[in-house]
Nanobody
Framework: QVQLVESGGGLVQAGGSLRLSCAAS????????MGWFRQAPGKEREFVAA????????YYADSVKGRFTISRENAKNTVYLQMNSLKPEDTAVYYC???????????????????WGQGTQVTVSS
């Protein structure tokens, strides 16, 4: 069992930056791939970024590539999402997720993850 708690959301102006953190409980954090997803009002949850269990391969949605960076510190049971050059369309609730992802395609879909946090609101004003 893994419990995830996100933090770092807030209100920022367009062009600004935020860093989200996701703290995980449990001794097996380093065994899980970690992902960030987001959901805007009236829209489906969408993939943002993911990182493999060892911190090696990372994956990004085209909409955030070059602006967002995912990283993890297994010693601290924490995964981060550094968000730069934020746009109003980045406004959403951001969720972190953990899963044993065995196929590359599953990094990009919520079905690849078993555990979810409660989410943190990110609002970007124009």
């Amino acid at each position: 069992q893994v419990q995830l708690v996100e933090s770092g959301g807030g209100l920022v102006q367009a062009g600004g930056s935020l860093r989200l953190s996701c703290a995980a409980s449990g001794r097996t954090f380093s065994s899980y791939a970690m992902g960030w997803f987001r959901q805007a009002p009236g829209k489906e949850r969408e993939f943002v970024a993911a990182i493999s269990w060892g911190g090696g391969p990372t994956y990004y949605a085209d909409s955030v590539k070059g602006r967002f960076t995912i990283s993890r510190e297994n010693a601290k049971n924490t995964v981060y999402l550094q968000m730069n050059s934020l746009k109003p369309e980045d406004t959403a609730v951001y969720y972190c997720a953990a899963g044993v992802v065995n196929s590359r395609s599953y990094y990009y879909t919520p079905w690849g993850y078993d555990y979810w946090g409660q989410g943190t609101q990110v609002t970007v004003s124009s």
